[in-house]
């Protein structure tokens, strides 16, 4: 028994005739008769007096489609209560971001989504990577904001937008002369990271693959390897999008890198069965609002999503 063929003999009942009930359901007589004969085979009862004219229902049948219409009542009624799940922009909305994205967003977030929607309840907090995917699929927070690709099955990847990184060079250190930096540069030189805590960076670590950001920036505030730079000499990198947060007087100290160029996607991720599309828009809109427009290009104007 499946719900289709519920509706297919209340339209019976509506209409008393196969023909205009299946014009209703967009089937053919035939199909449509075979439809419910089936269910009348399954129910071992006849639900029609099909010598009938117009057709009726049988005294059996009678009960059977008064109870169809209350079934078919309660599914419309769990339909709507998903449609309103799924545009409701109010209560707590949990979004948990990686540490070197939680300065560039959370402080619009909370402009943006305070001013347009009032009612949502944000609450933000910083978590490693591992962690949020955990905490994803416990459903113990409703959002990620993380470095992509995830590939993590049963979770939905939104890109949000893709950003370089940049070298903080010390005067003191002999790549400050230069106007970019290389990767071998990099080799070379005392690199600052923050993995298993603040420490240097072994320079056999760079020569094993391609380097990746995350692998070696697990963590903290890139304001805290900005200022050890400062004090202890050294470079460190920095993602694009923290150029702004650096002081005027230290902007003479960043260095494109370059050949290649380091760079990484930040996306949105959910899981797979999270169902309300209008605070995943609320929280997308807002974005938008607070990285710069170059960044976005062919990732969020996309709106490319990834499984």
Not at 89 to 106: D, E, K
Not at 150 to 160: A, D, F, K, N, S
Not at 186 to 197: S, V
Request: with cysteine; proline share 6%.
């Amino acid at each position: 028994m499946t719900l289709q063929q519920l509706r297919y003999i209340v339209a019976i009942d509506d209409y008393r005739h196969f023909g205009k009930a299946a014009e209703a359901c967009g089937l053919t007589q035939s199909t449509l008769s075979l439809m419910v004969k089936k269910l009348e085979e399954e129910l071992d009862v006849r639900l029609f007096d099909r010598d009938a004219h117009p057709v009726s229902p049988t005294e059996i049948g009678r009960k059977v489609i008064d109870q169809a219409k209350v079934v078919l009542y309660h599914v419309e009624q769990v339909a709507q209560l998903t449609r309103s799940e799924k545009e409701s922009l109010s209560g707590p909305l949990r979004i948990a971001l990686i540490s070197t994205v939680s300065p560039v967003l959370v402080p619009g977030l909370f402009k943006y989504l305070g001013e347009q929607h009032p009612t949502l309840s944000l609450q933000t907090e910083e978590m490693l990577t591992g962690t949020i995917k955990d905490r994803l699929r416990k459903a113990e927070v409703d959002m990620g904001i993380l470095a992509g690709p995830v590939r993590e099955p049963g979770l939905l990847e939104i890109p949000l937008y893709h950003e370089r990184f940049l070298a903080y060079v010390s005067p003191d250190n002999p790549a400050y002369a230069q106007e970019s930096l290389r990767r071998e540069t990099l080799a070379g030189q005392p690199l600052w990271i923050i993995r298993d805590g603040l420490r240097l960076l072994d320079t056999k670590d760079l020569q094993e693959g391609d380097f990746s950001y995350e692998r070696y920036f697990e963590g903290g505030r890139v304001g805290i390897l900005i200022q050890v730079v400062n004090d202890n000499g050294g470079i460190t990198i920095i993602p694009e999008t923290h150029q702004g947060f650096i002081l005027y007087s230290q902007q003479h100290c960043i260095r494109p890198i370059v050949d290649p160029v380091p760079s990484r996607t930040i996306s949105l991720v959910i899981r797979n069965d999270y169902i309300h599309e209008a605070k995943l828009n609320a929280v997308v809109d807002a974005v938008k609002r607070i990285v710069p427009g170059a960044l976005l290009d062919n990732v969020l104007r996309k709106g490319r999503l990834v499984l």
